[in-house]
């Protein structure tokens, strides 16, 4: 095995059976997954090549109407986010937890 750099400066998991319950519920029109709305983010804000955002299968924690997401620099805390928060207002919470 060998390790392999990456130009990542942090990575976020979003749980894929909590957005595949939710259905979409984030964008404007509230159809689009929670994945593709904090790359969209990322991406405006210029940050797309720093951050990797990596849909998982179950985080273990299933929060009710809401998907878990974890900032892999701070793996202690685990946020429910519900459908329909901006990404950009996720990436302001998640982001600043760094361990």
């Known amino acids: 095995m060998s390790p392999t750099k990456t130009h990542w400066q942090s990575v976020l998991l979003v749980c894929g059976k909590c957005s595949r319950k939710l259905d979409g519920g984030f964008g404007h029109k509230q159809r689009e997954a929670l994945r593709d709305e904090l790359r969209s983010a990322l991406d405006d804000a210029g940050h797309r090549r720093d951050v990797e955002v990596i849909e998982t299968k179950c985080l273990g924690e299933c929060p ?5 997401v974890v900032n892999g620099s701070a793996p202690g805390t685990l946020y429910a986010v519900p459908a329909g928060m901006p990404a950009q207002d996720v990436l302001a919470q998640v982001m600043k937890s760094k361990g």
């Open 64 to 68: 009710k109407d809401a998907v878990a």
